[in-house]
């Protein structure tokens, strides 16, 4: 197989340490990157204090600095800073294949890419659609004025970035079908390859009570898990309230990991409901330390109610041997209905979260059970997998032909 000059242009940076549109970019540019593909990652800074121009694992990594005034400098700067940087640095690199992985970056850029490189773009989900749920208020009311202008420009950008590339890659089946409800005319071909976890990296701990011991997590409680950004899409308050519920009926402990807007609120609501026994916030947890909890765990929960599409989580807490209960919300039943679909809620109420915690409990010890899961993640989900798709989808493209 020939080797390839990739350029992958992207929004977010595979220094990020947090966030699953960083970790898909981080996994994807690396393994391609280890299969001797020269592979160059130019996106926004993520902090000033992170180095312009680095190398991670054989990938060249490229920022360009952007400005955080606010939301009007931040989006305009993500285009115009893409452009001047690239054309700085760069323009006229012959690469023989281009990687849009969001919006922004990507119309910056794009009339100084060479014609000839083909491209794909990385549709992980609808950026209009993303920017009115995070612009909802922790109180669940929402902006009314500058959030549907925003979505709209957002979605015109996001169209103007990808209506060049000759295919568009989704992670699951929901997300194919909210692209074509987003944009429905002039869409190059979808490609679905889900999303992947690391096998070596995510795997069943030999003891789990050691493991429960070092993170001082009790023993004798049910453990749930769930790590997500703190934002009201997330459902994390249904969460709350479930364990409430539950309380008198078993003896459970949520661990809550993740940071955002809404901790404070979830913080009041455990007070205001007398559970501060029953809660714990772990905030960020770092990539590195993620398996122990997801080993300690004996269900990670999954509670999102809006636009959930993929869920990168799911599949690592799986690959530990960890059942997963999610709401039926976006590809999360595409995840789990196949391998067992007692593990899906009703809906993303408390009261069906509560009920499908009580109905899987009886399943969260049983090691073949845990077994399963960690069988399904190795068969479906390996990210070895997913970059073999997507590097035979790059290198059968045809050079020469804008989309």
Same mark, same amino acid.
């Given at each position: ?54 190398? !991670? ?45 969001? *919006?922004?970056?990507?119309?910056? !850029? ?44 957002? +979605? ?7 209506? &060049?590339?000759?295919?568009? !890659? ?32 995510? +795997? ?23 790590? +997500? ?31 955002? *807007? ?50 990168? !989580? ?7 041997? &960890?059942?997963?209960?999610? &709401?039926?919300?976006?590809?999360? =039943?595409?995840?789990?209905? =196949?391998?067992? *679909? ?62």
């Amino acid at each position: 197989m020939d080797k390839l000059r990739i350029l992958v242009v992207a929004d977010v940076s595979p220094l990020e340490p947090h966030g699953g549109a960083s970790r898909v970019l981080r996994e994807q540019s690396q393994r391609l990157a280890a299969r001797g593909h020269e592979v160059t990652v130019f996106s926004r800074q993520p902090e000033i204090s992170v180095q312009t121009e680095s190398e !991670v694992k054989g990938v060249s990594v490229r920022h360009y600095p952007v400005s955080r005034a606010h939301a009007l400098a931040f989006f305009w700067s993500s285009i115009a800073g893409a452009r001047r940087a690239y054309r700085d640095t760069l323009a006229g690199r012959p690469w023989d294949r281009v990687i849009l992985h969001q *919006p922004l970056s990507a119309v910056g !850029v794009r009339r100084l890419l060479p014609r000839a490189a083909p491209r794909i773009y990385m549709f992980l989900s609808p950026a209009s659609a993303e920017y009115r749920l995070r612009a909802e208020h922790p109180s669940g009311r929402r902006s009314l004025l500058l959030a549907p202008l925003a979505a709209a420009l957002l +979605r015109r950008v996001e169209y103007a970035a990808f209506r &060049t590339a000759q295919r568009v !890659v989704v992670m699951s089946d929901y997300m194919r079908g909210k692209l074509a409800a987003v944009h429905p005319r002039g869409t190059p071909p979808v490609v679905v390859i889900p999303g992947g976890v690391d096998l070596r990296h995510f +795997r069943p701990a030999e003891d789990r009570m050691a493991v429960r011991r070092a993170l001082r997590l009790p023993a004798d409680r049910l453990l749930l898990l769930t790590v +997500r950004d703190l934002h009201p899409r997330m459902g994390l308050e249904a969460l709350v309230e479930a364990v409430g519920a539950l309380r008198e009926a078993l003896p459970l402990m949520l661990v809550v990991g993740g940071q955002g *807007p809404l901790r404070t609120a979830l913080e009041a609501q455990v007070g205001r409901m007398g559970l501060a026994d029953h809660v714990r916030f772990a905030g960020h947890i770092a990539e590195a330390d993620l398996p122990r909890y997801y080993q300690a765990a004996d269900c990670f929960v999954l509670p999102t109610r809006a636009l959930e599409g993929f869920g990168l !989580v799911t599949v690592e807490a799986l690959a530990c041997g &960890t059942p997963v209960l999610g &709401t039926p919300v976006g590809a999360t =039943p595409e995840i789990l209905a =196949p391998l067992a *679909p007692e593990l899906l809620t009703d809906d993303a109420s408390a009261e069906a979260l509560a009920n499908g915690i009580r109905r899987v409990a009886p399943l969260l010890r049983d090691d073949a059970f845990r077994a399963r899961c960690r069988a399904h993640a190795e068969a479906h989900y390996d990210w070895e997998t997913a970059v073999d798709r997507l590097e035979d989808l790059l290198v059968g493209l045809s050079p020469g032909a804008e989309g």
